[in-house]
């Protein structure tokens, strides 16, 4: 396919063939090796170029692959052969308007950059993945991103009031917009949440602010059994909702703490890190609650502090255990979700395939909402090893849907994910999936084969 109509089109240096540049841009981090080879990679930075980019594409039914900075797990934005690769990367204009407490954001801008943006007017855009200082607002938006925080205050979809999308055919859309109440017509911009570039490319968003949060006490707390941290967070949900309630296993500790030398347990079977926001006082009051919870189910050694930079730290610890766990060896990430009752069966579930397929798999979790990282350790370049593990990684989600669970609570479906999706949402779902994808892209041209 010649390019050079779509390239006379666009600004120069906007889309590029040099394949030394395209192969940084195969993968995300998933590291799917079934990526393929691009036709070009186009670097967008107005909404009229993505419309123009599309346009073309639909013409000449050449498959689009969106993608923001990359850092995916779920194989969403592995490159194609002979797509072209549509990055929003260079799409980074922010507005805030503090009286109605929004912000206006094109795709590029990283989570962390959004959050400086608002911070300096005094308030706060709360969801926040543990890549939040690397990846965007855009790939936030579009795998319905959620964050350590999201047990109080929830995911990306509760804080986009509105944005600009362009459909397959290069149409432009505005939906929604800077109201907190809207009820006019279906719920569109909710669609397009989480929809993973199969729908259509986000090109602006319209996000929900919040005034700055308040100051944190954080309880950080160590447990000789799986059973007993489990205990101690179903005692904390039951009585209170923390803006934060983190668990690691003791792979992840060990990770951790070979890395950043905190002085964390190494005996431990696991390790919660809890937190609370409320105002004033009740902040300390929570934090007494979630003591007592963990003293109760057990805990070996329990620690609340009300200083921000110990607490902070606790809470770098536990972002830091991916990077941490990956020094070991690559990862297949899994991201796992159930009702919170059955937590302590899928997590000594995946003890057990771990044990079975004789794999190294270490859990941390956002336990306040039951959304489990499982990260399996191998290597691809032994096949008997990568096969246990891509097993284990199946038998993991096949245990999380048989405890009424979900494949992905954050990470998306993409690519390594979707053979699982029938049996979760079931046949009448997957068809009305398929009919919506139909309606909005007639050609199919948007990220084929993620998630269908």
């Known amino acids: ?116 943006a608002v911070a300096e007017h005094g308030l706060w855009y709360p969801p926040d993945p543990s890549s939040f200082e690397i990846c965007s607002i855009g790939g936030n938006a579009a795998t319905n991103a959620g964050g350590l925080c999201c047990v109080k205050y929830g995911v990306t979809t509760d804080y986009v009031l509105g944005m600009e999308v362009v459909l397959a055919d290069g149409t432009v859309v505005r939906l929604g917009g800077p109201r907190l109440k809207d009820s006019a017509g279906l719920s569109l911009t909710k669609l397009f949440v989480g929809s993973e570039g199969t729908l259509g490319v986000i090109t602006e968003l319209t996000l929900r602010l919040l005034p700055a949060q308040p100051p944190q006490s954080t309880v950080v707390a160590t447990f000789a059994t799986l059973t007993e941290a489990i205990d101690a967070i179903l005692a904390i949900t039951g009585q209170l909702r923390p803006s934060m309630l983190e668990f690691m296993d003791a792979v992840a500790i060990n990770a951790v703490e070979d890395e950043l030398r905190m002085g964390l347990d190494r005996t431990a079977a696991a390790m919660l890190v809890a937190r609370s926001d409320a105002p004033g006082e009740y902040a300390a009051r929570e934090a007494e609650v979630m003591v007592a919870a963990c003293e109760k189910a057990g805990a070996a050694e329990v620690f609340n502090t009300d200083d921000p930079e110990e607490g902070e730290a606790f809470s ?9 766990v990956e020094r070991k060896g690559p990862l297949l990430l899994e991201d796992v979700g159930v009702p919170l009752p059955r937590l302590g069966d899928l997590v000594t579930g995946i003890a057990e395939i771990a044990r079975r397929r004789d794999v190294l798999v270490s859990v941390i979790a956002h336990a306040g909402d039951g959304n489990t990282h499982p990260l399996i350790v191998h290597d691809p370049a032994d096949p008997e090893q990568s096969e246990r593990a891509h097993r284990a990684f199946g038998e993991i989600m096949e245990l999380a849907i048989a405890l009424g669970g ?11 994910k979707k053979p699982w999706l029938p049996d979760q949402v079931g046949p009448e779902v997957m068809a009305l999936t398929r009919r919506i994808k139909d309606a909005l892209d007639s050609h199919g041209i948007l990220n084929p084969g993620a998630v269908l």
Request: net charge neutral; hydrophobic share 40%.
């Open 1 to 116: 396919m010649d390019v050079n109509t779509l390239a006379a089109a666009l600004p120069e240096g906007t889309l590029v063939t040099d394949p030394d540049i395209l192969a940084g841009y195969r993968q995300d981090r998933a590291l799917d090796p079934d990526a393929g080879t691009p036709l070009a990679l186009v670097r967008p930075t107005t909404t009229e170029q993505v419309a123009t980019v599309l346009r073309w594409a639909d013409e000449h039914r050449v498959p689009v692959v969106p993608r923001g900075a990359g850092t995916g797990l779920s194989g969403g934005a592995t490159a194609q052969n002979g797509a072209l690769l549509l990055s929003t990367e260079r799409m980074r204009q922010i507005t805030v308007d503090p009286v109605t407490r929004t912000a206006v954001a094109q795709p590029g801008l990283l989570n962390a950059e959004v959050k400086r």
């Open 316 to 324: 770098a610890a536990r972002r830091f255990a991916i990077p941490a």
């Open 406 to 416: 979900t494949i992905t609570g954050e990470h998306g479906v993409g690519r390594l």
